[in-house]
C-alpha cells in the first residue's frame, strides 16, 4: 500500500496552471494505492465524452483520455468523475484508479430523473444572464441556491449592457433582489469591462460559469483569455456545428493564472439536495417563518404568519416568498426521488441501466453551445 506519497516537482509544476493548490495536498493523503508510487499520475478532468474522461496533463506521450471501466458505474452520478475533478491514473495501464474527494460540488437534478454532476472543485460561480428577456431573478434563486448549497461563491454577472439604453434598471434590480451578492452589468465583448471580473481569476482558482444558451458565457471566456478560444454561438450559427460535438464540457485557462469551466447552457436547474443552499437565498424569510403561529406554517393564508404580515407590510417581496415555497416543495420532491432512486441503484444488476445513465446523463437538458 501506498499511502501518501509525494508528488514529483514536475508534475506539480504541471498542475499548478490546471488549479491545483496546497489544500489538495491532504485530499491526496487520504487515499491508499496498492500501485508503486511511480507508476501514479495525478491530472484534471477537462471533459467528460461518452467513452470516458478528458484529462490534463496527458498521461504520457500525449494520451489524454482516460476510458471508465465498469466499475465506475456501479454507484450513482455522483461516484463517477465529473469536470474539474482530480483523479489518479495508472500509468502503465492508463486506466483510472481513483478520484480525490471534492472540495465542491455543483449538482441538479436531471430532466430524466437522477442527479447529475455540472463540475467539481469550483471556487466561484459566475451566474451569467442578458440585460434582456432571459433576465429572470427566480432562475438567479434556483442557481443560488446551487451554488450556496456547495459552498462556492457566487458572483452574478449580467451582459449585453451596450444593447439597451437602460443598464441602470437591471443594476438596481439586480442588486435590490440580491443585496448580499457581487454583481456586475457589463458588456462581455469588452475586455476592459470584464477585467473587472480578474480578481475571482487568479492562480488556483476555479470558476463555473452558469446560465442560458446565449447569454455570452463563451464571450467571457474569449474575453477573458484574449482570444477567440471558445465558439460562440454566431459562429456556430453558420455550418460549423461538427466542431464542437465531441467534449460537452471544457476547462480553459486563463492568463490571470486560474481556470474557468465553460459549460453548455442549461435549459432547466431543477434543484436537488438543496436544503442548506436555499436557507441561506431565503434567509430573510427563513428568519420570519420561525415567527409563524404553526411551525409548519405554509405561509398561504395562516392566522398568525409572520411572512404574510411582511408581505402585507411591504417587507418581503410576494414573488419571493411565493418563489421560495415553489423551490421548497421541488427540494423536498426531488431529494425523495433521489433518495429512492440510490436505494435501487443499490442492486447489482442495475450496472447495465446506470452505464446507458451516463450518456443521457451527458447531454439531458443541456443545450450545446
Ligand atoms: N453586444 C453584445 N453581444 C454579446 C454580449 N455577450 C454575448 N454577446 C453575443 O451573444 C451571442 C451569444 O454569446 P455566447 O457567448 O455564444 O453565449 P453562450 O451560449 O452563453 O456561450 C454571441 O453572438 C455574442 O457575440 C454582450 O455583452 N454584448
Ligand atoms: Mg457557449
Ligand atoms: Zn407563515
Not at 500500500?1 to 488549479?19: D, R
Not at 474527494?101 to 454532476?117: D, E, F, N, Y
Not at 433576465?135 to 458572483?155: F, G, H, K, N
Not at 482558482?205 to 454561438?233: D, E, F, M, R, Y
Request: glycine content about 10%; hydrophobic content about 40%.
Amino acid at each position: 500500500m501506498t499511502k501518501g506519497f509525494s508528488l514529483p516537482a514536475q508534475l506539480t509544476e504541471e498542475l499548478v496552471p490546471l488549479g491545483w493548490r496546497a489544500a489538495l495536498r491532504s485530499r491526496l493523503d487520504q487515499l491508499e494505492y496498492s500501485a508503486s508510487p511511480s507508476d501514479l499520475h495525478i491530472a484534471r478532468v477537462i471533459g467528460v465524452q461518452r467513452t470516458g474522461l478528458e484529462v490534463a496533463p496527458a498521461v504520457g506521450a500525449g494520451n489524454t483520455h482516460v476510458p471508465l471501466s465498469g466499475r465506475w458505474f456501479q454507484g450513482d452520478a455522483l461516484s463517477r468523475p465529473t469536470v474539474g475533478d482530480w483523479v489518479v491514473i495508472d500509468k502503465p495501464t492508463g486506466s483510472l484508479l481513483d478520484m480525490l474527494p471534492r472540495l465542491s460540488v455543483i449538482k441538479r437534478m436531471s430532466p430524466s430523473g437522477g442527479a447529475q454532476l455540472i463540475a467539481a472543485n469550483v471556487d466561484t460561480a459566475f451566474i451569467v444572464s442578458a440585460c434582456n428577456a432571459d433576465y429572470s431573478p427566480a432562475r438567479i434563486e434556483r442557481y443560488l441556491s446551487v451554488i450556496m448549497q456547495a459552498d462556492i461563491e457566487p458572483v452574478i454577472i449580467l451582459t449585453k449592457a451596450d444593447l439597451i439604453g437602460d443598464a441602470d434598471a437591471f443594476r438596481d434590480s439586480v442588486s435590490r433582489e440580491f443585496p448580499a451578492v457581487q454583481s456586475l452589468v457589463l458588456n462581455a465583448l469588452d475586455s476592459e469591462a470584464v477585467a473587472r471580473l480578474h480578481g475571482w481569476c487568479g492562480q488556483g482558482q476555479t470558476i463555473a460559469l452558469l446560465g442560458s444558451s446565449g447569454v455570452g458565457k463563451s464571450t467571457l471566456v474569449n474575453s477573458l483569455v484574449g482570444a477567440q478560444i471558445q465558439l460562440t454561438q454566431a459562429v456556430r450559427e453558420g455550418d460549423e456545428k461538427g466542431r464542437h460535438t465531441t467534449t460537452n464540457r471544457s476547462l480553459h485557462l486563463l492568463p490571470q493564472g486560474g481556470v474557468i469551466l465553460d459549460s453548455p447552457g442549461m435549459r432547466e436547474l431543477q434543484i436537488a439536495d438543496a436544503d442548506a443552499g436555499l436557507g441561506q437565498v431565503f434567509e430573510d424569510i427563513e428568519d420570519l417563518a420561525a415567527h409563524c403561529k404553526f411551525n409548519d406554517c405554509g405561509h398561504i393564508s395562516e392566522p398568525g404568519c409572520a411572512v404574510l404580515a411582511a408581505i402585507a407590510s411591504g417587507r418581503v417581496d410576494a414573488r419571493r416568498v411565493q418563489h421560495y415555497r415553489a423551490l421548497r416543495q421541488e427540494e423536498v420532491a426531488n431529494r425523495g426521488a433521489l433518495t429512492e432512486r440510490r436505494t435501487r441503484s443499490r442492486s447489482p444488476t442495475k450496472d447495465r441501466a446506470n452505464r446507458d445513465g451516463l450518456s443521457e446523463s451527458m447531454g439531458d437538458g443541456l443545450d450545446e453551445s
